[in-house]
């Protein structure tokens, strides 16, 4: 059974199919690109901010049915008065938006409101993300205990020369995030270079975030820090990987995780 359930920037969830609420319609699976044109030939495509409707009923007994309505706007109201976006989810995919109008189209006082939202988005485009774990394969690595996390699987001694499989029918954005201890880790994908030229303490750990732009370490305590500067720039470090196999190799001594953002126009159905 397909899933359809809105995720604010807390964490905190409203279930669309799940009582007291119950999805009725929506526009999820419509998407349109916008012609880009010069001296009267198209020569591009691109997305304008997007909007999507949605309606959903609130059906409930009256002890439950007001609570039920006044969370629905406590949880997308914390998106909009923070200007920091949710997400729609379908299944395991996600849309970046924000719920910009909650309109009532049927009202039966103390038991059921039906009621039409509008899902505003600039980033019109459904993510999926997996994530590919990369372990430690060095024996100092592997004696390290201060190492901060584990995998239920082992590589194989020796230096490393893995692959890395994205499915998607395009180059995908990724989020790759190293954990420390390492100094100036660099991991080659399909020869192109990813590196950082810092130093990384136990229990510390570098992210990249490819459509971000953006290069931070957290620290033990939880501080981020903008290390954009010290990336290595003979290669552009928010490359997308590409779709297919891909070799990956590094050192072997620190670990770390790929995670791909496969974004589609339409959420996949199958």
Known sequence: MMKVYYKNHFGETIDLKQYPYHLLSGDLLDYEWETISSGGRISGFGKEIVEIALKFEIFAK???????????????????????????????QYIQCYITSSKKTEWESDILAVTELTVVTDYPYWIREETVHFEPI????????????RYPYRYTNGFSNRTLYNDHYVASDFRM???????????FISEHLYQVNILL???????????????????????????????????????KIPQGMNKVKWNGKFGFDIILLKERSQPKCG
């Not at 690595?141 to 190492?147: I, L, T």
């Open 62 to 92: 009256k002890e439950e049915y007001h609570r039920a309505l006044d969370r629905v706007t406590e949880i997308f109201e914390k998106d909009i008065l923070t200007v920091t976006p949710g997400k729609l989810y379908i299944n395991d």
């Open 138 to 149: 060095s024996e100092e690595a592997d004696n390290n205990k201060e190492y901060p996390y």
């Open 177 to 187: 995030i190293i954990f420390g201890p390492v100094s100036a880790p660099a991991v």
């Open 201 to 239: 303490e136990a229990g510390e750990y570098l992210t990249i975030d490819s459509a971000k732009g953006t290069i931070t370490v957290t620290e033990n305590a939880g501080k981020q820090k903008n290390v954009f500067n010290n990336r290595n720039k003979i290669q552009d470090i928010f490359c």
